[in-house]
């Protein structure tokens, strides 16, 4: 047996003991060290996302040493550190052969429980993962730090799937936990003036302590007439929305010079309402990017080397026994906090 932070009914989190998971012929029993609260778990916990139904052990952003491995596992050990991708990919399918994993047609997301499959998650002393999934930890990167590897993986495939040109001015919408990693990935690679959008002035703070230039907040201005002013009239080069609702994706669209792009990360809503004149005349590439691409050994390879900093988005590290008050408070939208780390 082993002790687990179970959504046993919506809104309702609770330290039981479960069994043990099994470990087949592929797979590793990982003992968990460091798992993240991700975004999506606190809107699946009150059944707002459907893909979160009870009885579920949720989290994906996770670390931890192998406990034990399978019989045809090759390449990892007892004890070794590691992380892992939060998509279980088949590895066979059209998609995962060219490379595709984050698309992958028999897709998993560890954590998620849907009318497809129902994949317990890391909130528990130990997780089954395919082998397949896994990556060795740097030795500069503690358990804590590659708890953040999943979300700084969604940023860089981001911003990834744009052409960034050197010194191109861009605009992030949404300065949330994958907003100030979307930051950090674009000042990576190389991008010139970097503009922040958020109404939260403490996570606009953090944004310019990480990087970006400008900080705007939509009640206190006109946010596309002041990207206007700081581009010579013309508009951002690119832009990344990291929230997902019509005002948000709005406004990222209305700050783009003719030709941009937008990379649209958030999904907060199902659907939005697009301003389809100003995309098609002004010529617009809008870029849909869902988790991330084989991201992990450089994302890991940043934070070792200090190139992209977690510890500032780190709000707190705790007990998994106390994951249930942490949950509400995140659920409650206390102000500053970022991410909070659970430790089995």
Request: charged share 20%; glycine share 10%.
């Amino acid at each position: 047996m082993m002790k687990a932070l179970v959504l046993k009914q919506y809104n309702n989190l609770q330290i039981e003991d479960v069994p043990q998971p099994g470990c087949g012929p592929d797979d590793v029993l990982l003992r968990v060290r460091a798992c993240g609260i991700c975004g999506s778990d606190i809107h699946g916990m009150d059944g707002s996302t459907g893909r979160r139904r009870p009885p579920i052990i949720m989290g994906h952003e996770a670390a931890g040493e192998i406990a034990s491995v399978g019989s045809d596992v090759q390449g990892f050990q007892t004890g070794d550190r590691v992380t892992f991708d939060s998509t279980v990919y088949c590895g066979q399918c059209r998609y995962c052969v060219a490379g595709d994993i984050h698309l992958c047609d028999n897709r998993r997301v560890l954590g998620v429980s849907c009318d497809e499959y129902r994949q317990h998650g890391a909130f528990a002393e130990y997780v089954v993962v395919p082998a397949r999934i896994l990556y060795r930890l740097p030795d500069e990167v503690s358990y804590e730090r590659a708890a953040l590897v999943e979300p700084t993986s969604i940023a860089f495939h981001a911003v990834h799937r744009m052409k960034i040109q050197l010194g191109d001015t861009a605009v992030v919408v949404g300065t949330g936990m994958v907003g100030l990693l979307v930051v950090q990935a674009l000042r990576a690679a190389g991008c010139g003036q970097l503009i922040a959008v958020d109404v939260d002035p403490h996570r606009l703070k953090l944004a310019c302590e990480l990087g970006a230039d400008v900080p705007l907040d939509p009640n206190q201005v006109d946010v596309a007439a002041e990207v206007a002013r700081f581009t010579g009239g013309q508009g951002a080069d690119v832009a990344a929305e990291v929230v997902g609702n019509t005002a948000t994706v709005q406004t990222a669209i209305h700050c783009l010079r003719k030709g941009g792009q937008l990379a649209l990360v958030g999904n907060l809503s199902p659907a939005v309402e697009l301003p389809l004149q100003a995309v098609v005349t002004r010529e617009l590439s809008l870029l849909g990017s869902c988790a991330s691409r084989g991201d992990y050994p450089a994302c890991l390879e940043m934070i070792a080397r200090g190139r992209i900093r977690v510890d500032p988005l780190i709000s707190a590290t705790a007990p998994l026994a106390d994951g249930a008050d942490w949950f509400g408070r995140l659920y409650a939208g206390e102000k500053g906090m970022l991410k909070v780390v659970l430790q089995p």
